[in-house]
């Protein structure tokens, strides 16, 4: 406890803080920090668990594993390179559509477009979207939105079927529908979290752009958005690994299909869909086979956080010059 | 600042001020009828020329409406979803109030320093090029930039790191980027809303010898709560004052005319208790 140098000091109501109140900070500084502890413990303790369960796994494919294309129990090879590509192509056209939605859906909520309880209406509506469970997504997506978009399909397939990207018919689940979804899923992340990168910009700043006499349109591109960018950025990174992550509604809808494909109307597969698919019949070789997928979905993610960090970080040191 | 005024402004509830006729050309005729901030009347009857190649200082207490007036002379106040403005501002002329006048357009002519250094989270040189860019200039750009920083007495302090954010600036470096930016388009008018708030002596020197610099340019209409600094620079002087007779506080103009002779011998016994409680 600090000792209290100035007892000589006569005053009549200020005085040294009593021992209780020193207890009672250093009670609470225990406890938060117990907190982080257990939380880092937490994830140490999963890495760990899985690289365990998958060191058996890890030893006898090793890295052919991530470059191998076939997962097949009975000749006992296993491989996950069209996992991760089905993961990183359906959360990446996620990303294009439910990011570039949720940044406009963002512009429009803040920037002056409507007043502010038909905003904040729709903020609720917008977030409302973030409650609907996973498997309701599926479902909603096999029933409705894939014989929605079988018809265009087709025609994109006949009219442009020499682009990869429609190089194949919709017969069924497909990357198209599951990426849609995708997007979907994300918007309200990527919303929410864009509508308060742009209310932390402060007025002065729209203020000095509406005073250089810019328009709404160069106001907004020109100065709101680069200022509101590492915070954009931040939503991006949590909408993409949120995509990353997603299992139920993917695994309903992706036709979980064991090929790498450009094709947005081919079936596909992603890591976090396989494993769902795959542990409930799986035998003890699989199961450690999975374990490794799963460790490398892990690490996926890790890796486009922390890529995320250092762009956002970038994008901070060049739009406010602080390191 | 808040000098006791022994005269009862309640008093005044009617009172509007001797019209101030210039000598020289006018680029602004503001006449303001009323200012409401929704039901709020902000400001009321005030008529303030603003004269060519001067400095015109608006002065007076707190909540006097002095700002509300100047941000009124390019219509930044239309951002703000309440504001009315009943009245005329002539520009060149042309009332920028009319309804088919974009306030876009005035705002391209009328230049603006706000209060707080304002920069935009980009690099030194895109702050001073943003307003040229958006002009759509065709010609030298790193000229142009270097320029309106001389004259805002920056350049020297900066030439080094044009690439580095301006938010990395100190504060009294920032409002001179903001200057530089304001008059890298050489606008017509420049507007200041108490653009040395926020600076310290030496950087509020500094701004005010580049505003009598830029008088030689540009028409400059500057709100100051400093009334040093209206004497220094200002070439003529509007006093406003509140009203608050209806319950309210209202602005509106007490005085205006040449500087020295508001200071000197101002005609209203209200500037007279203002400039004197500020002084003695």
Not at chain 1, 108 to 123: A, I, P, W
Not at chain 1, 257 to 279: D, G, K, M, R, V
Not at chain 2, 219 to 245: E, P
Request: include cysteine; proline fraction near 5%.
């Amino acid at each position: 406890m600090a000792s209290n140098p100035f007892t000589e000091v006569v005053t009549k109501i200020s005085k040294a803080p009593s021992s209780g109140e020193y207890a009672a900070d250093k009670l609470l500084r225990g406890i938060v920090w117990a907190c982080a502890a257990v939380i880092l413990l937490l994830v140490a303790y999963i890495v760990f668990e899985l690289g365990r369960q998958a060191f058996p796994a890890i030893i006898r494919f090793g890295i052919d594993f991530l470059i191998g294309t076939t997962w097949d129990v009975q000749k006992q090879t296993f491989g996950i390179l069209p996992e991760i590509w089905g993961t990183l192509f359906s959360s990446l056209l996620a990303l294009l559509l439910g990011g570039g939605l949720g940044v406009a859906m963002a512009i429009f909520l803040t920037q002056d477009f409507l007043d502010d309880r038909v905003s904040n209406v729709f903020r609720t509506v917008v977030e409302m979207l973030a409650a609907i469970p996973s498997v309701v997504y599926g479902l909603w997506g096999i029933y409705v939105l894939i014989p929605l978009i079988r018809p265009a399909s087709q025609w994109l397939n006949e009219t442009l079927g020499w682009i990869p990207l429609f190089g194949t018919s919709l017969s069924g689940p497909g990357m198209a529908p599951a990426a849609l979804v995708l997007a979907v899923m994300i918007l309200p992340t990527v919303a929410a979290i864009s509508v308060d990168a742009f209310r932390r910009v402060p007025y002065k700043v729209k203020e000095a752009a509406y005073g250089m006499g810019t328009t709404r349109w160069e106001a907004i591109l020109k100065v709101m958005l680069p200022t509101a960018s590492s915070g954009i950025l931040a939503a991006l990174v949590l909408g993409f690994g949120r995509a990353l992550g997603e299992t139920m509604a993917l695994a309903m809808l992706i036709g979980n299909s064991n090929q790498i494909s450009l094709s947005l109307f081919a079936p596909a597969n992603t890591l976090a869909s396989l494993l769902a698919s795959s542990f409930p019949e799986a035998g003890p070789l699989e199961v450690k086979a999975l374990m490794y997928a799963a460790l490398a979905l892990l690490a996926i993610t890790l890796l486009v956080n922390i890529l995320g960090l250092w762009v956002m970080k970038a994008a901070t040191r060049k739009f406010e010059g602080k390191a | 600042m808040s000098a006791v005024l022994a005269i009862d402004p309640t008093e005044t509830g009617e009172f509007i001020a001797e019209p101030y006729q210039p000598e020289g050309a006018t680029v602004i005729d503001c006449n303001v009828e009323r200012i409401f901030y929704g039901d709020f009347l902000a400001v009321r009857d005030s008529t303030v020329p603003v004269e060519k190649n001067k400095i015109t200082a608006f002065i007076g207490p707190s909540g006097c409406g002095k700002s509300t007036v100047l941000r009124s002379l390019n219509r930044m106040n239309d951002l703000i979803p309440v504001f009315r403005f009943q009245g005329r501002v002539d520009y060149h002329g042309q009332d920028i109030y009319a309804k088919d006048v974009d306030p876009v357009v005035v705002r391209r002519y009328i230049g603006m320093v706000f209060q707080q250094p304002n920069p935009f989270s980009m690099s030194i040189y895109d702050n001073v090029a943003f307003g040229l860019k958006l002009n759509k200039f065709k010609g030298d750009y790193d000229e142009k930039v270097q320029t309106a920083l001389e004259r805002a007495a920056l350049w020297k302090e900066v030439k080094d790191k044009l690439k580095n954010s301006g938010l990395s600036l100190s504060g009294g470096q920032q409002q001179r980027l903001c200057i530089a930016r304001a008059i890298a388009t050489e606008p017509d008018v420049l507007l200041m809303d108490e653009p040395c708030s926020a600076l310290d002596p030496i950087a509020t020197r500094q701004v005010e010898e580049l505003m009598l610099e830029l008088r030689e340019r540009f028409t400059v209409g500057l709100v100051t709560h400093n009334m040093q600094q209206a004497t220094r620079v200002g070439d003529t002087t509007a006093f406003f004052s509140v009203d608050i007779s209806k319950g309210g506080r209202t602005g509106y103009l007490v005085e205006m005319g040449p500087t020295q002779a508001v200071f000197e011998d101002p005609k209203q016994d209200l500037t007279k208790e203002y400039v004197r409680g500020e002084f003695s």
